[in-house]
């Protein structure tokens, strides 16, 4: 997947949470992604102050699932970082078993929806939202 913009950490005496420096990142969103969360953003009436939340939390078939969630609290251990235009926001226990994931959005004949290519996972469900590490 091709990434035209930089994930970039502008600081801003407001936002609390850790600058993420690009050997910190996490998590890359593609452009097709980050396009897709806009839309979802503007057609749910969200705020365009409000972040991307990127999560892990305990559940799914396998174990674990992605969370995606429009958030406007940045905690201060979180780290905060922009791609694709994007004010993306992960927790520090999500980072770790999100660490070198790409979100994608793909849409085809079986469905349309977030894809989470996510190195760590050594397997996943059918559902495609759910891992074991």
Same mark, same amino acid.
């Given at each position: ?40 953003? &503007? #057609? %749910? !009436? ?8 990127? =999560?892990?939390?305990?559940? *799914? ?20 970082? &922009? #791609? %694709? !235009? ?8 999500? =980072?770790?078993?999100?660490? *070198? ?33």
């Amino acid at each position: 997947m091709e990434h035209t913009e930089q994930a970039t950490s502008e600081p801003s005496e407001n936002t609390p949470g850790t600058l993420a420096t690009s050997a910190e990142i996490p998590v890359t969103v593609t452009k097709k992604a980050a396009d897709m969360v806009r839309i979802t953003k &503007e #057609q %749910e !009436g969200i705020d365009p102050s409000y972040g991307l939340r990127i =999560a892990v939390r305990g559940g *799914g078939c396998s174990g674990f699932e992605y969370a995606l969630d429009f958030e406007e609290e940045v905690r201060d251990t979180d780290l905060v970082y &922009e #791609q %694709e !235009g994007l004010k993306v926001i992960v927790d520090p226990v999500s =980072a770790r078993y999100l660490a *070198g994931t790409e979100i994608d959005y793909s849409l085809g004949m079986s469905g349309a929806g977030f894809k989470f290519n996510n190195p760590n996972a050594i397997g996943t469900c059918g559902c495609g939202s759910s891992f074991t590490v």
